[in-house]
């Protein structure tokens, strides 16, 4: 059996998935997320590229998210029938099929243009809840059927917070995410080294921006403020504003998450911004037993950073984690392939889960528990 073959037959364990309906072959190539990451980095520009692999500074927390994965060994149960494996869940009143949302990512437009609403598509397709930050109206035009999250970095006043909220429960949002880590737009060496113009995330990298005047790489990355004076009050307002579950996105310390639930949010996402903002920081599954502590079990824990693998999910769930979110990994399907290779990404990542949970005697998301999960 050749690897294709192999990979096919891995994918037979989920037939019935809505992703079944495969593309052509060229979407067939890549067998797992590091190859699509491959095949993205050779269409894309390296600008474009750097800007979606890169992470902050000396990208050590970037490196960690992936590294922590590797000090976690699952400990599976064995003599358990897993003839059928359901990996379906409930997040806030919608059924998805599988415990993995897509994460909000600024800046898709470097990859294709248009590219929100491709993989707002792709998400329908898929019936994959798609988390989306600004413009997240214009995103979802043509894939109506898609359950969206709305994701917002905040709005300076009580006042233009209640006005965001209401609109985006207006437009069928399902909850609002609020990232909590991004008070400042952070320091990315990859970025100022490659002259990068923030600009481009909306219009993409011109032809010719290899012949720019370079910048000063300081003024083109640090100290722009997206909302930096967020506080605990924002929940109130939002919670006030809208029946929407509100989630914090970005919480890594287990007294931010007792904090959180204390103000009110619905739930929690454990993420670093995919080592995007503060560097050093721990990597996200490290710091997910502190926040289930934090939290208390008194509201769903979710948890992005890293995840390329079903067995990295794996172990986000055996730690407590609701589902995960993914970043890059949608993305590098979108640079390989549109939108295909997203549906085709996500589709990888259930099918992965499914056979890891196979493999380690859990039939269905109830079952996984944190004695799955082992700390080398
Ligand atoms: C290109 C890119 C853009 C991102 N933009 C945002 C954003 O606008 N808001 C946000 O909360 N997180 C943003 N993130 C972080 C992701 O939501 C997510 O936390 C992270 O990518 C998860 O790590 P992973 O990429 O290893 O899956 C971005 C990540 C990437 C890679």
Redesign the pocket.
């Known amino acids: 059996m050749n690897r294709r073959d192999a990979f096919r037959a891995l994918m037979g364990l989920v037939a019935g998935s809505p992703l079944m309906a495969m593309p052509d072959d060229d979407v067939m190539g890549p067998i797992n997320v590091h190859e699509f990451e491959a095949v993205a980095k050779s269409k894309l520009h390296k600008m474009a590229y750097d800007?979606?692999a890169g992470g902050v500074e000396d990208e050590l927390t970037l490196q960690a998210?992936r590294e922590a994965y590797k000090h976690w060994f699952l400990v599976p149960r064995v003599m358990v029938d897993v003839k059928d494996i359901d990996t379906s869940t409930e997040l806030f009143g919608v059924k998805v099929p599988a415990p993995i949302l897509v994460?909000?990512?600024?800046?898709k437009n470097l990859v294709l243009p248009n590219a929100e609403s491709i993989v707002a598509k792709a998400c329908a397709a898929s019936k994959t809840l798609f988390c989306t930050?600004s413009g997240a109206e214009r995103a979802i035009d043509g894939a109506e059927s898609v359950h969206w999250w709305s994701?917002t970095t905040g709005q300076a006043t009580k006042e233009q917070s209640v006005n965001y909220a209401k609109r985006i429960e207006d437009r069928g949002a399902k909850a609002i995410t609020v990232?909590v880590d991004?008070q400042y737009q952070s320091n990315r060496d990859r970025n100022n080294r490659n002259r990068f113009d923030y600009g481009y995330m909306a219009t993409g990298v011109p032809q010719d921006a290899t012949t720019r005047t370079p910048r000063n790489p300081a003024k083109a990355a640090m100290w722009l403020p997206h909302t930096p004076n967020l506080t605990w009050d924002y929940v109130g307002w939002l919670r006030g504003a809208t029946n929407l579950p509100v989630l914090l996105?970005?919480v890594l310390a287990q007294e931010d998450a007792a904090m959180a639930v204390q103000s009110g949010a619905s739930g929690i996402i454990v993420?670093n911004?995919?080592g995007?903002q503060l560097d050093g920081v721990i990597a996200t599954i490290d710091a997910l037993p502190g926040v289930m502590e934090g939290s208390g079990g008194k509201v769903p824990v979710l948890m992005?950073?890293?995840?390329r693998r079903g067995s990295d999910i794996l172990k986000a769930l055996a730690l407590g984690a609701k589902a995960v979110?993914?970043?890059?990994?949608p993305?590098w399907g979108l640079g390989a392939f549109g939108q295909p290779g997203v549906e085709r990404v996500l589709w990888m990542l259930a099918a992965e889960l499914k056979l890891s949970m196979a493999l380690a005697g859990k039939p269905n998301l109830a079952s996984i528990d944190r004695r799955l999960v082992r700390r080398a």
């Open positions: 800007f979606i998210n994460a909000p990512t600024g800046g930050g994701n990232t991004n996105k970005g993420s911004h995919g995007r992005d950073g890293g995840i979110l993914v970043g890059r990994a993305l």
